[in-house]
């Protein structure tokens, strides 16, 4: 059973649509004891990295997502969901995330002049080591919607995939049973659930 976590933050049914979609087993909860029953997690996002964070304290599923890691089973964070993984995020001050991977949240540079939020669709550069990523075609076409990217203190330990909006960025990650993408899949027609499928089927 593949857990969507549901802390009132995220595009729940679009979620659970689409790995509903490749054969996946899911149920939308927020549920500390399913959390930790789950086979796999998925924790989609969309909005402030505080209000995540509150969120989820107040629902009691810091703990939970912490433990579920620490239990070596696979998680999959979708846009804030990989955010909260960090250390810090810049976004409205400073904010403390799960610290299971070292970094920061920050955003898109001002002196850029980018429109910010980067929005719609853009291409990945894949790491050919990505467990997740790897059996994508060259230069797979994402969709994104965000203002904050993560910058992993080791960024060759972790990173997956980069996007250039700009600036090169980390667009996805990796590490040991962690896997995150700043891009929705859920939104990024067949290759998201080309994706998705591949994370059902670890």
Request: aromatic share 8%; hydrophobic share 35%; net charge neutral.
């Amino acid at each position: 059973m593949i857990s969507i976590l549901n802390y009132d933050m995220g595009n729940l049914r679009s979620v659970s649509k689409a790995l509903e979609e490749v054969g996946a087993n899911c149920t939308i909860t927020r549920d500390p004891e399913q959390v930790a029953k789950s086979d796999k997690l998925v924790v989609p996002g969309v909005g402030a990295f505080k209000d995540c964070i509150e969120n989820l304290k107040s629902f009691g599923l810091l703990d939970a997502i912490q433990s579920f890691v620490k239990s070596g089973k696979p998680y999959l964070g979708i846009c804030l969901g990989m955010q909260l993984l960090m250390s810090e995020s810049e976004e409205g001050g400073i904010y403390p995330g799960l610290n299971l991977i070292k970094g920061r949240v920050v955003r898109f540079p001002h002196e850029l002049n980018l429109k910010v939020p980067h929005m719609g669709w853009n291409t990945l550069k894949v790491n050919p080591e990505s467990q997740l990523l790897n059996k994508l075609p060259k230069d797979p076409y994402v969709y994104f919607v965000h203002s904050y990217y993560v910058v992993p203190e080791k960024p060759k330990k972790v990173t997956a995939a980069t996007t250039d909006y700009g600036m090169e960025f980390v667009s996805s990650i990796e590490h040991d049973n962690i896997f995150g993408t700043q891009f929705h899949p859920e939104k990024s027609q067949k290759i998201g659930l080309s994706i998705l499928k591949r994370f059902v089927e670890m």
